[in-house]
C-alpha cells in the first residue's frame, strides 16, 4: 500500500520557515494536487516527501513506514522535474534506464521495461537520441517514462507542464489524467496553475504560507471555499469580491457602499451577525436579465459595460457596481458596446460570504 | 564567491574615438609588445642551435650559418636535462591528478552543500597566497624525518597541497552553475550521493575539470622554489637543472637555451589550449573570461 | 505497468546510509587532511622552532624567547631585503598594470589576426620564472647578449652596462623581467573586464557629447574597478614572493644588495642553516604578506556578500 501520511511537518531554512505545520493523509491510488501561490511552500513539501530535502519537526509515512531518515533511493518515489533534468549525456534509452540500472536491475529485465514504458508514451522511435534532440515535450515525455519505468510507490510532479507552451501543456495534461487511469498509483503533483489542479486532481490541497488552506476535491473548493482566499484562487476569470455590510431585519440583506441592500433569503440572513462582509459573485453567476420580474435569489443589476473581453463562445464583460468593478462571463453575442446600457440577473443563491476580517467563509 | 561573470571575450565594436589614440597608436603599442614578448624567445631558441664559436661574434649572430642540436643532447644526457624532464612529469601529472580527485571533491561539496560556511572556504582560497619561503623549511625537516626529502612522492605530496586551492575554487565556480536538478533526478532515481557525484556531475565538469588540471599541471611544471629546496639527485626536476648554469662561464650558453627550449615547451602549448578558460583560472574561479 | 510486476525494495546496508548522510564532510576529509598535514601543521612546528635555539649539530632546544625574532630585525640584510622586495613589488605591480591596460584598451576592438596575437601575448605567463631569468640573462650578460651592442647602435655609441651586477641596471634588469613574464595576467584580466562594459554605455555618453578622455575617466575606471582590485590584489600578494629571478639573474648580488625577502630567507635558511633566526623571518614574513591579506582578500570577498 502507498498511502502517504505527513504529520505535524515543518520545514525552516534557518530563520525562515517554509512549511509551517503541515497534517495531510493521501489514500493509496489517489491524485493529489498541492497548489498556491509562489513561495507558499509546496515545492518544499513535495521535495521532503521525496527526500531531497530534511525535515525540521514531523513525520513522513509512505505506505506505513516512517521515512525521515532514508535516502531519497530507498524510499521507492519517483520524480518528474520541472526542467525535465535529463542526462545531457545519455541516450533517452539509458535515461529511462537508468534508475534500474542503479538498482542492478537484469539487462534483459530493463531492455523490456524501458521498451513498455517508451510505447506507452508513444517515444519509442526517440529511445535512441540525445536530449539535446529533443522538443519540450519529447523531453517531458522522457522525463515521465524515466518514472513510470520503475514502477515506484509513488511519483512525484514538480510543476512538470510550467516550462511548456499553452498547447502542449494542454495536450499533456490530459497524458497524465490518462496515465493516471491506466496506472493506478498514489500521484501527488505540484503547481501554481489552477486549471491543471481542478482538472487533474482527485484532491486538491490548497496552500498558502506554509500551511493548508483548504483540501477537499476540486468541486468541494470551487462551491463551497472555505476562505476568501479559496475562492479567489480556483475559477478563472477570478471570483468578484464586493465589500459589504450585514443587515439584519425583514428588510436585511447585503449593504453595499452605495446604500444598495441586496436582499438574501431569511434561512440564510439569520445565521448571519451584524458587521462587515465579502460578498463573493463567480462572473458565471451573471446573466442577461431575463423576464420582467426578477426571479427568487435573483438580484437584478442597472449598469453600464466598461471592458469587453472577448474570448470565442464567451465574452468577459466589466461592470460597475456600487462603485466597484464586477466581471461577468456572458454569451459572446449576448453583449453590446462598451458604455452600453445592460441590466443583469445576479444569482445570489450561489454567492458566498465572507468574514471581512478572517477571510473565513461564512 | 561570485562576482559578476565577464561576458566571453568578444571585443565590443565601439564607435570612432573612443580610447584616445587612434589605430596607428593601438597598432604601434601592440607591435612594439608583441616585439617585447618574442625577442628573448627568439634569442633563446636561436641561441640553442648556434656553434659556440659564435657566441663572442659582433655583431651578433642574428641566425646561425650552420645551426647544431648539439646543445641540446648535451643538455638532456651530459646535464642530466633528461632526468629532470621525467621527474618533472612524473611529478606534475601526479599531483595534477591527485589534486584533479580531492579538489573536485572538495569542490561540489563547498558548491553543493555550503560544507564548512565562508570559514572553510575562506581558508582553503588563502593557502593560495601563502608563501612557500613560510612552509619550505618546517617541510624540509618534516621530509628528513619521513624520509621524503629527494623523493618524487614526497614532491608530489606538497604541489597537490599547492595546487588544491585553484583547483577547487576554479570547480566551486563550475558547479554552482550547473543545475542542481540533475543530480537530485538522479538522487530518486537510485543513485546515492557518491553515485549522483561519480556519475552525473563528475563527467558534466568535466570541461573545467580539465582545464583545472592544466592550470595545475602548468603550476608544477613551473614550480623551482620547492624542487630546489626539497630535491636532489634523484628526484631534481627541470626547472632545478639550470642551478648548473648559473654565472656562466660562457659555454654553457647553448646547454642553457636548449633547455630552456625544451622546458618552455609543453607548458606553453598546454597553456595555449586551456586559453580559453585563462580568466577563470587566474581569478580562482572568480570571474568567467 | 501492471501492479503485479513485483516491488523490488533493496535494504539499504548501513554503511552506505551513513556514507550519505556524511558525504559533504567525507568529501572535504582528503583535501583538509592533506592540507593540514603539510601546512598547518609545518606552520605551527616553524613557530615552535623560531622560539628555540634549532641547531642541526647541537642537541637540546633551548627557549630563547624573542631572541630569533631580534637577531633578525637587527640584521641589516634582512631589513635592506625587506625594504627591497616592498619597492621592487610596487615597482613591478604598478608597471604591469599600467602596460597591461594600455594594451587591454588597444586590443579591446576586432582586428584581423586579433586571436594569433592574443596567443602570442599570453605566453609568457606558462613559462617557468627561472627560465625567464635564464632569458634575460642570456640577452644581458656581457659578451654574449646582443643588448649592449643593440643600445649601442641605437645610442651612437659604445654603450658597456654590466646588467646583472651594476647597480641601478641590474635593477632595471629585475623589473625588465618580470614585468616580461607577468603584464600578460594584468593585461589579460584587465581586457576581460573591459569586454564586459556594455557597449551602449558609450553610445549614450557619445549622445551626451562626453570626450574620450572623460568617457575613460568617468565610465571605464569605475566599470573596471572590481576587476582592476582582482588583478591588482593577486599580482600584489604573488610578487612579494620574487624569488626565481633573483637567483638566476643577480644571485642577490653583488653582495646583498638585489636579496628579496625570499631570497634572504632562503639565504639563511638553506645556506647559511640558521634555522631557527629563518624560521622567525619567515614568520615575520608570513605576517607582513597576512595583513595584506586581510585587507585586500577580504575586500574582494565582502562585496560579494553585499550582492
Given at each position: 500500500?502507498?498511502?502517504?501520511?505527513?504529520?505535524?511537518?515543518?520545514?525552516?531554512?534557518?530563520?525562515?520557515?517554509?512549511?509551517k505545520?503541515i497534517?495531510?493523509?493521501?489514500?493509496?491510488?489517489?491524485?493529489?494536487?498541492?497548489?498556491?501561490?509562489?513561495?507558499?511552500?509546496?515545492?518544499?513539501?513535495?521535495?521532503?516527501?521525496?527526500?531531497?530535502?530534511?525535515?525540521?519537526?514531523?513525520?513522513?509515512?509512505?505506505?506505513?513506514?516512517?521515512?525521515?531518515?532514508?535516502?531519497?533511493?530507498?524510499?521507492?518515489?519517483?520524480?518528474?522535474?520541472?526542467?525535465?533534468?535529463?542526462?545531457?549525456?545519455?541516450?533517452?534509452?539509458?535515461?529511462?534506464g537508468?534508475?534500474?540500472?542503479?538498482?542492478?536491475?537484469?539487462?534483459?529485465?530493463?531492455?523490456?521495461?524501458?521498451?513498455?514504458?517508451?510505447?506507452?508514451?508513444?517515444?519509442?522511435?526517440?529511445?535512441?537520441?540525445?536530449?539535446?534532440?529533443?522538443?519540450?515535450?519529447?523531453?517531458?515525455?522522457?522525463?515521465?517514462?524515466?518514472?513510470?519505468?520503475?514502477?515506484?510507490?509513488?511519483?512525484?510532479?514538480?510543476?512538470?507542464?510550467?516550462?511548456?507552451?499553452?498547447?502542449?501543456?494542454?495536450?499533456?495534461?490530459?497524458?497524465?489524467?490518462?496515465?493516471?487511469?491506466?496506472?493506478?498509483?498514489?500521484?501527488?503533483?505540484?503547481?501554481?496553475?489552477?486549471?491543471?489542479?481542478?482538472?487533474?486532481?482527485?484532491?486538491?490541497?490548497?496552500?498558502?504560507?506554509?500551511?493548508?488552506?483548504?483540501?477537499?476535491?476540486?468541486?468541494?473548493?470551487?462551491?463551497?471555499?472555505?476562505?476568501?482566499?479559496?475562492?479567489?484562487?480556483?475559477?478563472?476569470?477570478?471570483?468578484?469580491?464586493?465589500?459589504?455590510?450585514?443587515?439584519?431585519?425583514?428588510?436585511?440583506?447585503?449593504?453595499?457602499?452605495?446604500?444598495?441592500?441586496?436582499?438574501?433569503?431569511?434561512?440564510?440572513?439569520?445565521?448571519?451577525?451584524?458587521?462587515?462582509?465579502?460578498?463573493?459573485?463567480?462572473p458565471?453567476?451573471?446573466?442577461?436579465?431575463?423576464?420582467?420580474?426578477?426571479?427568487?435569489g435573483?438580484?437584478?443589476?442597472?449598469?453600464?459595460?466598461?471592458?469587453?473581453?472577448?474570448?470565442?463562445?464567451?465574452?468577459?464583460?466589466?461592470?460597475?457596481?456600487?462603485?466597484?468593478?464586477?466581471?461577468?462571463?456572458?454569451q459572446?453575442?449576448d453583449?453590446?458596446?462598451?458604455g452600453?446600457?445592460?441590466v443583469?440577473?445576479?444569482?445570489?443563491?450561489?454567492?458566498?460570504?465572507?468574514?471581512?476580517?478572517?477571510?473565513?467563509?461564512? | 564567491?561570485?562576482?559578476?561573470?565577464?561576458?566571453?571575450?568578444?571585443?565590443?565594436?565601439?564607435?570612432?574615438?573612443?580610447?584616445?589614440?587612434?589605430?596607428?597608436?593601438?597598432?604601434?603599442?601592440?607591435?612594439?609588445?608583441?616585439?617585447?614578448?618574442?625577442?628573448?624567445?627568439?634569442?633563446?631558441?636561436?641561441?640553442?642551435?648556434?656553434?659556440?664559436?659564435?657566441?663572442?661574434?659582433?655583431?651578433p649572430?642574428?641566425?646561425?650559418?650552420?645551426?647544431?642540436?648539439?646543445?641540446?643532447?648535451?643538455?638532456?644526457?651530459?646535464?642530466?636535462?633528461?632526468?629532470?624532464?621525467?621527474?618533472?612529469?612524473?611529478?606534475?601529472t601526479?599531483?595534477?591528478?591527485?589534486?584533479?580527485?580531492?579538489?573536485?571533491?572538495?569542490?561540489?561539496?563547498?558548491?553543493?552543500?555550503?560544507?564548512?560556511?565562508?570559514?572553510?572556504?575562506?581558508?582553503?582560497?588563502?593557502?593560495?597566497?601563502?608563501?612557500?619561503?613560510?612552509?619550505?623549511?618546517?617541510?624540509?625537516?618534516?621530509?628528513?624525518?619521513?624520509?621524503?626529502?629527494?623523493?618524487?612522492?614526497?614532491?608530489?605530496?606538497?604541489?597537490?597541497?599547492?595546487?588544491?586551492?585553484?583547483?577547487?575554487?576554479m570547480?566551486?565556480?563550475?558547479?554552482?552553475?550547473?543545475?542542481?536538478?540533475?543530480?537530485?533526478?538522479?538522487?530518486?532515481?537510485?543513485?546515492?550521493?557518491?553515485?549522483?557525484?561519480?556519475?552525473?556531475?563528475?563527467?558534466?565538469?568535466?570541461?573545467?575539470?580539465?582545464?583545472a588540471?592544466?592550470?595545475a599541471?602548468?603550476?608544477?611544471?613551473?614550480?623551482?622554489?620547492?624542487?630546489?629546496?626539497?630535491?636532489?639527485?634523484?628526484?631534481?626536476t627541470?626547472?632545478?637543472?639550470?642551478?648548473?648554469?648559473?654565472?656562466f662561464?660562457?659555454?654553457?650558453?647553448?646547454?642553457?637555451?636548449?633547455?630552456?627550449?625544451?622546458?618552455?615547451?609543453?607548458?606553453?602549448?598546454?597553456?595555449?589550449?586551456?586559453?580559453?578558460?585563462?580568466?577563470?583560472?587566474?581569478?580562482?574561479?572568480?570571474?568567467?573570461? | 505497468m501492471?501492479?503485479?510486476?513485483?516491488?523490488?525494495?533493496?535494504?539499504?546496508?548501513?554503511?552506505?546510509?551513513?556514507?550519505?548522510?556524511h558525504?559533504?564532510?567525507?568529501?572535504?576529509?582528503?583535501?583538509?587532511?592533506?592540507i593540514?598535514?603539510?601546512?598547518?601543521?609545518?606552520?605551527?612546528?616553524?613557530?615552535?622552532?623560531?622560539?628555540?635555539?634549532?641547531?642541526?649539530?647541537?642537541?637540546?632546544?633551548?627557549?630563547?624567547?624573542?631572541?630569533?625574532?631580534?637577531?633578525?630585525?637587527?640584521?641589516?640584510?634582512?631589513?635592506?631585503?625587506?625594504?627591497?622586495?616592498?619597492?621592487?613589488?610596487?615597482?613591478?605591480?604598478?608597471?604591469?598594470?599600467?602596460?597591461?591596460?594600455?594594451?587591454?584598451?588597444?586590443?579591446?576592438?576586432?582586428?584581423?589576426?586579433?586571436?594569433?596575437?592574443?596567443?602570442?601575448?599570453?605566453?609568457?605567463?606558462?613559462?617557468?620564472?627561472?627560465?625567464?631569468?635564464q632569458?634575460?640573462?642570456l640577452?644581458l650578460?656581457?659578451?654574449?647578449?646582443?643588448?649592449?651592442?643593440?643600445?649601442?647602435?641605437?645610442?651612437?655609441?659604445?654603450?658597456?652596462?654590466?646588467?646583472?651586477?651594476?647597480?641601478?641596471?641590474?635593477?632595471?634588469?629585475?623589473?625588465?623581467?618580470?614585468?616580461?613574464?607577468?603584464?600578460?595576467?594584468?593585461?589579460?584580466?584587465?581586457?576581460a573586464?573591459?569586454?564586459?562594459?556594455?557597449p551602449?554605455?558609450?553610445?549614450?555618453?557619445?549622445?551626451?557629447?562626453?570626450?574620450?578622455?572623460?568617457?575613460?575617466?568617468?565610465?571605464?575606471?569605475?566599470?573596471?574597478?572590481?576587476?582592476?582590485?582582482?588583478?591588482?590584489t593577486?599580482?600584489?600578494?604573488?610578487?612579494?614572493?620574487?624569488?626565481?629571478?633573483?637567483?638566476?639573474?643577480?644571485?642577490?648580488?653583488?653582495?646583498t644588495?638585489?636579496?628579496?625577502?625570499?631570497?634572504?630567507?632562503?639565504?639563511?635558511?638553506f645556506?647559511?642553516?640558521?634555522?631557527?633566526?629563518?624560521?622567525?623571518?619567515?614568520?615575520?614574513?608570513?605576517?607582513?604578506?597576512?595583513?595584506?591579506?586581510?585587507?585586500?582578500?577580504?575586500?574582494?570577498?565582502?562585496?560579494?556578500?553585499?550582492?
Amino acid at each position: 500500500m502507498a498511502e502517504v501520511t505527513i504529520t505535524g511537518l515543518k520545514k525552516n531554512y534557518g530563520a525562515y520557515q517554509a512549511v509551517k505545520g503541515i497534517d495531510l493523509a493521501i489514500p493509496d491510488g489517489e491524485f493529489t494536487v498541492l497548489v498556491g501561490p509562489s513561495g507558499c511552500g509546496k515545492s518544499t513539501l513535495l521535495r521532503t516527501i521525496a527526500g531531497l530535502e530534511d525535515i525540521t519537526e514531523g513525520t513522513i509515512e509512505i505506505g506505513g513506514e516512517t521515512v525521515n531518515d532514508m535516502r531519497p533511493r530507498d524510499r521507492d518515489v519517483a520524480m518528474v522535474f520541472q526542467d525535465y533534468a535529463l542526462y545531457p549525456h545519455m541516450s533517452v534509452r539509458r535515461n529511462i534506464g537508468f534508475g534500474l540500472k542503479a538498482r542492478k536491475f537484469p539487462k534483459a529485465d530493463i531492455a523490456r521495461r524501458v521498451e513498455r514504458a517508451a510505447a506507452m508514451l508513444g517515444i519509442g522511435p526517440l529511445l535512441d537520441r540525445l536530449p539535446r534532440h529533443l522538443s519540450g515535450g519529447q523531453r517531458q515525455r522522457v522525463a515521465i517514462g524515466r518514472a513510470i519505468v520503475r514502477d515506484p510507490q509513488i511519483f512525484l510532479f514538480d510543476e512538470p507542464l510550467s516550462n511548456l507552451d499553452a498547447q502542449l501543456r494542454d495536450d499533456m495534461r490530459g497524458e497524465i489524467k490518462r496515465l493516471h487511469l491506466e496506472i493506478g498509483t498514489t500521484m501527488i503533483y505540484v503547481t501554481h496553475d489552477q486549471i491543471e489542479a481542478m482538472t487533474l486532481a482527485d484532491r486538491i490541497v490548497l496552500m498558502r504560507d506554509g500551511r493548508i488552506e483548504q483540501q477537499g476535491s476540486p468541486l468541494d473548493l470551487f462551491e463551497r471555499p472555505a476562505t476568501r482566499f479559496v475562492a479567489g484562487f480556483l475559477g478563472s476569470p477570478k471570483m468578484n469580491f464586493l465589500d459589504g455590510e450585514v443587515v439584519r431585519g425583514p428588510e436585511g440583506g447585503i449593504r453595499l457602499a452605495d446604500g444598495t441592500v441586496l436582499r438574501l433569503a431569511p434561512a440564510r440572513l439569520d445565521a448571519l451577525r451584524q458587521g462587515p462582509v465579502v460578498l463573493g459573485i463567480r462572473p458565471e453567476h451573471m446573466s442577461r436579465a431575463a423576464g420582467e420580474a426578477v426571479r427568487p435569489g435573483f438580484v437584478r443589476l442597472d449598469t453600464t459595460v466598461d471592458l469587453l473581453q472577448p474570448t470565442g463562445a464567451r465574452t468577459y464583460a466589466t461592470v460597475g457596481c456600487a462603485g466597484q468593478s464586477l466581471v461577468a462571463e456572458l454569451q459572446a453575442h449576448d453583449v453590446g458596446e462598451v458604455g452600453a446600457h445592460i441590466v443583469l440577473d445576479i444569482d445570489l443563491r450561489r454567492a458566498s460570504l465572507f468574514d471581512a476580517t478572517s477571510g473565513k467563509a461564512l | 564567491m561570485t562576482v559578476p561573470s565577464a561576458r566571453p571575450p568578444r571585443p565590443v565594436r565601439r564607435g570612432r574615438r573612443r580610447f584616445g589614440a587612434g589605430k596607428l597608436g593601438r597598432g604601434l603599442l601592440i607591435g612594439l609588445f608583441i616585439l617585447f614578448v618574442l625577442v628573448p624567445l627568439y634569442w633563446v631558441f636561436v641561441t640553442s642551435i648556434k656553434p659556440s664559436e659564435d657566441y663572442l661574434a659582433v655583431p651578433p649572430v642574428w641566425f646561425p650559418a650552420a645551426p647544431t642540436l648539439g646543445h641540446y643532447t648535451a643538455a638532456l644526457f651530459a646535464y642530466r636535462g633528461l632526468d629532470g624532464l621525467i621527474n618533472s612529469l612524473v611529478v606534475s601529472t601526479g599531483a595534477t591528478i591527485l589534486s584533479a580527485l580531492f579538489g573536485t571533491a572538495m569542490a561540489y561539496s563547498l558548491a553543493r552543500f555550503g560544507t564548512g560556511g565562508q570559514h572553510l572556504s575562506f581558508w582553503v582560497l588563502s593557502q593560495r597566497f601563502l608563501p612557500p619561503v613560510a612552509i619550505v623549511l618546517p617541510v624540509f625537516l618534516l621530509y628528513r624525518n619521513l624520509h621524503l626529502n629527494d623523493t618524487r612522492f614526497g614532491l608530489v605530496l606538497i604541489y597537490t597541497v599547492f595546487t588544491l586551492p585553484v583547483t577547487v575554487w576554479m570547480l566551486f565556480a563550475y558547479f554552482r552553475q550547473m543545475p542542481p536538478s540533475l543530480e537530485e533526478a538522479a538522487l530518486v532515481d537510485g543513485c546515492s550521493r557518491w553515485q549522483a557525484f561519480w556519475s552525473i556531475a563528475v563527467p558534466l565538469a568535466a570541461p573545467g575539470i580539465a582545464a583545472a588540471m592544466v592550470f595545475a599541471f602548468i603550476a608544477c611544471w613551473t614550480e623551482f622554489f620547492f624542487a630546489l629546496i626539497l630535491t636532489g639527485r634523484n628526484a631534481f626536476t627541470l626547472p632545478t637543472v639550470f642551478r648548473a648554469f648559473l654565472g656562466f662561464q660562457g659555454a654553457q650558453y647553448g646547454e642553457a637555451s636548449a633547455l630552456a627550449v625544451v622546458s618552455l615547451l609543453p607548458s606553453t602549448v598546454l597553456g595555449m589550449l586551456a586559453q580559453k578558460h585563462l580568466v577563470r583560472g587566474l581569478t580562482l574561479g572568480a570571474v568567467r573570461g | 505497468m501492471h501492479p503485479s510486476i513485483a516491488r523490488v525494495r533493496q535494504k539499504p546496508r548501513p554503511l552506505a546510509v551513513w556514507v550519505d548522510r556524511h558525504f559533504k564532510w567525507l568529501l572535504v576529509t582528503p583535501a583538509v587532511l592533506l592540507i593540514l598535514a603539510l601546512t598547518v601543521y609545518p606552520l605551527a612546528f616553524s613557530l615552535w622552532v623560531a622560539f628555540i635555539n634549532y641547531d642541526f649539530t647541537v642537541p637540546g632546544h633551548a627557549f630563547v624567547g624573542l631572541e630569533n625574532f631580534r637577531r633578525v630585525l637587527a640584521d641589516p640584510v634582512a631589513t635592506g631585503s625587506a625594504l627591497t622586495t616592498a619597492w621592487l613589488t610596487v615597482v613591478n605591480v604598478g608597471l604591469e598594470f599600467l602596460l597591461g591596460l594600455m594594451l587591454a584598451l588597444a586590443m579591446a576592438r576586432t582586428f584581423r589576426g586579433r586571436g594569433i596575437v592574443m596567443t602570442v601575448l599570453i605566453v609568457p605567463l606558462f613559462i617557468s620564472p627561472v627560465i625567464v631569468g635564464q632569458f634575460w640573462a642570456l640577452l644581458l650578460q656581457r659578451p654574449f647578449g646582443p643588448t649592449d651592442y643593440l643600445l649601442g647602435k641605437l645610442v651612437g655609441h659604445d654603450v658597456t652596462i654590466s646588467w646583472l651586477t651594476q647597480a641601478p641596471w641590474n635593477f632595471i634588469a629585475i623589473v625588465v623581467a618580470d614585468v616580461w613574464q607577468w603584464t600578460p595576467f594584468m593585461f589579460v584580466l584587465l581586457l576581460a573586464g573591459l569586454t564586459s562594459i556594455p557597449p551602449h554605455v558609450y553610445e549614450a555618453a557619445e549622445l551626451d557629447g562626453a570626450s574620450a578622455w572623460t568617457a575613460f575617466w568617468q565610465l571605464t575606471l569605475p566599470a573596471l574597478a572590481p576587476m582592476i582590485l582582482i588583478a591588482v590584489t593577486f599580482r600584489l600578494l604573488d610578487a612579494v614572493k620574487l624569488f626565481d629571478v633573483i637567483f638566476m639573474l643577480t644571485g642577490g648580488g653583488p653582495g646583498t644588495s638585489t636579496y628579496t625577502a625570499s631570497y634572504y630567507l632562503y639565504q639563511i635558511g638553506f645556506q647559511q642553516f640558521h634555522i631557527s633566526q629563518a624560521t622567525a623571518g619567515s614568520w615575520l614574513f608570513l605576517l607582513a604578506i597576512t595583513v595584506l591579506i586581510m585587507l585586500l582578500v577580504r575586500k574582494l570577498l565582502r562585496p560579494e556578500a553585499a550582492r
